[in-house]
């Protein structure tokens, strides 16, 4: 343990991790918006009693787009709006005491509704601000705009970046879209899910070398990794824009419990990516997620989420 | 141990290995074609002190064609003609009486030559056919040409192809390729040099559902591993087509000891690749070369093998 700084936030963090540059995070998605209060209340019990117990560093709440501006395909599983997180987390999740990270899919929200909300949040969130899927679709706050606001209004709130790692294939330039967003006030990044470990490892390996070139400490890359417990998750990630390689595609449509099979490999995933960033030197961190709601998909990554501790020597 | 069939070609193989359907074969360049007989048996003499004590299956001896047709790219190493295989293995190899595969570029041969040579080669020689590296470049036989005069001149000659897993990203269809070189009489598949090892595992993947679905047993799919220890090593592999993953391009140009580094590497992917082929209950093997001509980057690849044999249980 070079460095006792926590990885993520500082200030947010109670540093419960034997290396504090090491983070793991958990993810969930709101209930629907026309979920009745009570309903919220049994929601957010069962979801603590399962996070409670986890050895993370904070939770991650989702933001949810109807994201067909990006895929015109049709969904295979339907939209139906969601609580804002932020108030999923104040009304709902009440007993959660450690860190939140809120996501902010900044363009649905005007400035000022934005700028409010950064000022009443309570002190253990942070956030990551997401710009529009699409080019095309009209944002009511721009990416850039936001950064301004937070900023302005409340600079110590810890503020993170998404990355897409398979971007990084094609372009070549996603190491160069983190230090620039990096030189706008954010502190640490959470990538989209990730099956493809190579294009994770070139990002964090251009990454590196770039921070070093430009005199920037790297900042925390957090993986984001999913289970894919049937064709139909399957399905959904690749309409997400997930990149699942052939090999995983292949096995999960022909082994004969695609669960657990997944799981391994997230597993062996996790694995490859904290030696490959420990070998690096940069911090990071792996944040769970399961984006299908069925039950045993849910309870595998909490499983999941048991094992990356045990990697990170946590549990 | 399911198949006592050793995986190459039965009738060549003294069945070194304790699964023989993980195969370990060991590449070699021929010397240059100026070079006189004496110094021809001095180099081959120390090429097989290197290799007799390997616990190799076979030998690979290629066929070096000034590959210029396919890459306009000044060429890093400077091209010389070299010795034809055969008759570096006949003339100078005499030692050797295990397997041997004869790489072919059969561009470069006219079909009686191809045949005579067929006709003459020893009892412990098995052959790769490759095509032209280039559709414009004029080929004396084409590929499907020297099929043909094998299987008219002899068939039980074991008869292997070439495979590049890279290809496979963009088209997605070198599993059919390798099911109709099977159809064609190919036993056995040797890889272009792997470093980007989620392509081979898509194509192992591909290949095998592939197989299985066409009812046709799979056949031992080789993957070739080379070092890569410096800077002019890694410009020549790029510039030979192999796509070498940023990542560790990355690492071969920063780190103290590139050579070391890309031991680790080579030996991670042989267990990742074992692990999977495993796992798909496919027969697969690995071809060490080298292609510096430094002695260290030689004796590296010696090394390497001993440890691929230890991964086969062999050593």
Redesign the interface.
Known sequence: MQDQTPALAPAAFPAPARNPREVLLFGLTPPRADTTPERITEIAERTLARVDALPIDALVIYDITDETDRNPQPRPFPFVEMLDPATYLCDGLTGWDKPAVVYRYVGKYDPDELRGWLQSAPDNVMTVFVGSSSSDAPARTTLSQAVQIHHETRPGLPLGGVTIPERHIGR?DEHERLLRKQRGGSQFFISQIVY???AA??L???YR?AAHDSHIDAAPLVFSLSLCGSAKTLSFLEWLGVEV???VR??IL?TEDPLDWSRQQALGAARELAD?CRYLGIPFGFNVESVSSRRVEIEAAVALTHEIAELLERD
């Open positions: 070549g493809d470990i190579g490892k070139n964090a390996s251009d070398y390689p052939q090999w292949n096995e022909h490959f």
